[in-house]
T-cell receptor, first 114, second 111 residues
């Protein structure tokens, strides 16, 4: 079974631009969560989507948004990029709406904002 | 955002040594998870703990869920080169299903 895939793997943008990241979950998984990882800060939860609906949201500004499609693929968008948005963005998928221990992570998209 | 206190931040050890790291929080958790992240990869689940006092092993790894439900530790026995990486703890809050993450422990094996 294919794992979680994220595209692109690397991205360089400049301040003020916007960016869209994509995540394809494991086949059959309906929940997709997004995390921001910065050195020394661990993972910060952005939001979770289940069956095309946002179920949970972390403490990030409105510039960070996401959506999920009917095939469970998810996209995350960051508008008006800031230098501090440089990070590794991870998505994780799991079969259902509960059981966070069942989630599998993708390799991440490394975003650099210049 | 809210975080767990994970320590140490990094460890330099000799191959064959035992390793211990822990996480503490002021919040009560109903689940503790330990992950390992290799360079260029996402975190991979090592051990999941569901009950206070629970002690669980996965090969050379052993983790425990603290009695107070506010802490957990991970031990690695007889470390080998492939153990290098960043280890994260994560706790699931009792009030919702969101995971709270530690900042990670970077394990480096001295040549």
């Amino acid at each position: 079974k294919a794992g979680v895939t994220q595209t692109p793997r690397y991205l360089i943008k400049t301040r003020g631009q916007q960016v869209t990241l994509s995540c394809s979950p494991i086949s059959g998984h309906r929940s997709v969560s997004w995390y921001q990882q910065t050195p020394g800060q661990g993972l910060q939860f952005l939001f979770e989507y289940f069956s095309e609906t946002q179920r949970n949201k972390g403490n990030f500004p409105g510039r960070f948004s996401g959506r999920q499609f009917s095939n469970s693929r998810s996209e995350m968008n960051v508008s008006t990029l800031e230098l501090g948005d440089s990070a590794l963005y991870l998505c994780a998928s799991r079969p259902g709406s509960i059981g966070v221990d069942t989630q599998y992570f993708g390799p991440g998209t490394r975003l650099t904002v210049l | 955002g809210q975080q767990l206190n994970q320590s140490p931040q990094s460890m330099f050890i000799q191959e064959g040594e035992d390793v211990s790291m822990n996480c503490t929080s002021s919040s009560i958790f109903n689940t503790w998870l330990w992950y390992k992240q290799d360079p260029g990869e996402g975190p991979v689940l090592l051990i999941a703990l569901y009950k206070a006092g629970e002690l669980t092993s996965n090969g050379r790894l052993t983790a425990q869920f603290g009695i107070t439900r506010k802490d957990s530790f991970l031990n690695i026995s007889a470390s080998i080169p492939s153990d290098v990486g960043i280890y994260f703890c994560a706790g699931q809050l009792d009030s919702n299903y969101q995971l709270i993450w530690g900042a990670g422990t970077k394990l480096i094996i001295k040549p």
